[in-house]
T-cell receptor, first 114, second 109 residues
């Protein structure tokens, strides 16, 4: 049981390049989330999904796209990277509902855009 | 989404109890109160959650006010490994989970 994994762990991009971050979970959770965390700041929600084939916008969705084609995977795409997207990206999955509700986070992807 | 207010930072000495407060005056009747923490250079991790009554687990205790407008996370004996940012989050089953800025806890030897 690996929990939540993120690929890659580190990446350096040039302005204008594109990339996709992969999040995978093996806990059969319906809910998945993408957050970004800038240095010294809290987490901000980018996009989230409440089930396979669904996505929704969070607090800071501009410049990002997501897809949830399979229940276990949640992809975050940057079509044209900008220096303002330099951040640490965290993915999470969630066992939602009532007394057992718990969110599990991946180790993060550190992205630098030059 | 319910709004939360937490102190920006708190300090404690090792092996002393720590009480981390959170105000959530707009919480709805069905929202659970969750606490997560983020250790340096790691993703957040679950600490504890509750609905109305106080809760205990091996990591911490959660004291919830009778009117549910505030709660307190209690670390009974702080250790250096408890130095982290602690987030209080009211959650309903369909929420999109917004983290606030949390409380940065410093623990001194």
């Amino acid at each position: 049981n690996a929990g939540v994994t993120q690929t890659p762990k580190f990446r350096v991009l040039k302005t204008g390049q594109s990339m996709t971050l992969l999040c995978a979970q093996d806990m059969n959770h319906e809910y998945m989330y993408w957050y970004r965390q800038d240095p010294g700041m809290g987490l901000r929600l980018i996009h989230y999904s409440v089930g396979e084939g669904t996505t929704a916008k969070g607090e800071v969705p501009d410049g990002y796209n997501v897809s949830r084609l399979k229940k276990q995977n949640f992809l975050l795409g940057l079509e044209s990277a900008a220096p303002s997207q330099t951040s640490v990206y965290f993915c999470a999955s969630r066992l939602a509902g009532g007394s057992t509700d718990t969110q599990y986070f991946g180790p993060g992807t550190r992205l630098t855009v030059l | 989404d319910a709004k939360t207010t937490q102190p920006n930072s708190m300090e404690s000495n090792e092996e002393e109890p720590v009480h981390l407060p959170c105000n959530h005056s707009t919480i709805s009747g069905t929202d659970y109160i969750h606490w997560y923490r983020q250790l340096p250079s790691q993703g957040p991790e679950y600490v504890i959650h509750g609905l109305t009554s106080n809760v205990n687990n091996r990591m911490a205790s959660l004291a919830i006010a009778e009117d549910r407008k505030s709660s307190t996370l209690i670390l009974h004996r702080a250790t250096l490994r408890d130095a982290a940012v602690y987030y209080c989050i009211p959650i309903s089953s369909t929420d999109k989970l917004i983290f606030g800025t949390g409380t940065r806890l410093q623990v001194f030897p």
